[in-house]
């Protein structure tokens, strides 16, 4: 429906000629129409994801990022994921999870998981979407075991410091979630970081519910109550301890894609 009406507004063929900047200056509803419609008259694939990827930037600056995304996803689903786009692979992955698709996200996965093997020829290096290739499940994503979660934690030493424990903060929150363990030596700079501002937690009351839905094997309780549990703020690293909550139910009463797919949604929020 959004592309309809994305399709129904006239522009000059100026606008789309130019349209990166045009949408830029005018970042609004008509901006992201316009983003559109030129990435729609794109016939070649990366000419098309060139489009998108600068679109995204300047959503990511301005505002209107999941606008921008759920437009976008007739055009990132008609995509395949070859290795001439592997420039765009996480970008395409990431906006396909915000949206809820995720098996054409999975394939984007596998290409970069692939494409990064090829160049290591190793395949126990972990990589950039290595954290959502574990968390999806994908093919050849190996164990995330001490020495490669190590590897991956030594390979973000290029961040700051803080951005550096915030992912790690989330990624291997959702690891135990899913009672992977993670050695208590990478868990050491977490626990010594300051507290995170605004973190939410669920009601006692709502804790203590979900854990007796689950020990009962009442599966529409336990789906109800984790998403009480979630609450507005939904699947985000501000909301990671009802998030940790409610895949641990989802996992229990058998709905383990379910699950993976709220720690997907949590891992592309926090910019894994």
Same mark, same amino acid.
């Given at each position: %429906?959004? $592309?309809?009406?994305?399709?129904? *507004?006239?522009?000059?063929?100026?606008?789309?000629?130019? &349209?990166? #900047?045009?949408?830029?200056?005018?970042?609004?509803?008509?901006?992201?129409?316009?983003?559109?419609?030129? &990435?729609?008259?794109?016939?070649?694939?990366?000419?098309?994801?060139? $489009?998108?990827?600068?679109?995204?930037?300047?959503?990511?600056? #301005?505002?209107?990022?999941?606008?921008?995304? $759920?437009?976008?996803?007739?055009?990132? #689903?008609?995509?395949?994921? %070859?290795?001439?786009?592997?420039?765009?692979?996480? /970008?395409?992955?990431? /906006?396909?999870?915000?949206?809820?698709?995720?098996?054409?996200?999975? #394939?984007?996965?596998?290409?970069?998981?692939?494409?990064?093997?090829?160049?290591?020829? /190793?395949?126990?290096?972990?990589?950039?979407?290595?954290?959502?290739?574990?968390?999806?499940?994908?093919?050849?994503?190996?164990?995330?075991?001490? /020495?490669?979660?190590? %590897?991956?934690?030594?390979?973000?030493?290029?961040?700051?410091? &803080?951005?550096?424990?915030?992912?790690?903060?989330?990624?291997?929150?959702?690891?135990?979630?899913?009672?992977?363990? *993670?050695?208590?030596?990478?868990?050491?700079?977490?626990?010594?970081?300051?507290?995170?501002?605004?973190?939410?937690?669920?009601?006692?009351?709502?804790?203590?519910?979900?854990?007796?839905?689950?020990?009962?094997?009442?599966?529409?309780?336990?789906?109800?109550?984790?998403? *009480?549990?979630?609450?507005?703020?939904?699947?985000?690293?501000?909301?990671?301890?009802?998030?940790?909550?409610?895949?641990?139910?989802?996992?229990?009463?058998?709905?383990?894609?379910?699950?993976?797919?709220?720690?997907?949604? %949590?891992? *592309?929020?926090?910019?894994?």
């Amino acid at each position: %429906t959004l $592309v309809e009406i994305y399709s129904a *507004v006239p522009f000059k063929a100026a606008e789309l000629q130019d &349209a990166l #900047k045009q949408a830029e200056e005018q970042w609004s509803g008509r901006g992201r129409a316009l983003l559109i419609r030129a &990435a729609e008259r794109q016939n070649v694939s990366a000419a098309r994801a060139e $489009v998108l990827q600068a679109g995204f930037k300047i959503a990511r600056a #301005k505002g209107g990022l999941r606008v921008l995304a $759920v437009a976008s996803q007739p055009m990132l #689903k008609a995509m395949k994921p %070859t290795s001439e786009l592997a420039w765009f692979a996480g /970008t395409a992955a990431r /906006t396909l999870i915000e949206v809820g698709e995720f098996d054409y996200a999975r #394939k984007w996965i596998e290409l970069d998981l692939r494409l990064a093997h090829e160049n290591s020829g /190793t395949s126990d290096v972990p990589h950039d979407m290595w954290p959502l290739a574990i968390l999806i499940g994908a093919e050849g994503s190996g164990e995330p075991n001490a /020495t490669a979660l190590e %590897t991956w934690w030594q390979g973000r030493d290029r961040e700051d410091a &803080a951005a550096k424990i915030e992912a790690a903060r989330v990624f291997f929150t959702l690891l135990d979630a899913f009672d992977v363990a *993670v050695p208590p030596g990478l868990w050491a700079p977490i626990l010594g970081a300051p507290p995170v501002q605004g973190m939410r937690n669920p009601r006692a009351d709502i804790q203590s519910a979900l854990r007796r839905a689950v020990a009962a094997g009442h599966r529409g309780e336990a789906v109800a109550l984790s998403l *009480v549990a979630l609450g507005n703020m939904g699947p985000s690293p501000n909301n990671l301890n009802a998030v940790n909550l409610a895949i641990r139910a989802l996992s229990q009463v058998g709905l383990k894609m379910e699950a993976q797919r709220i720690a997907l949604e %949590t891992a *592309v929020a926090a910019g894994l």
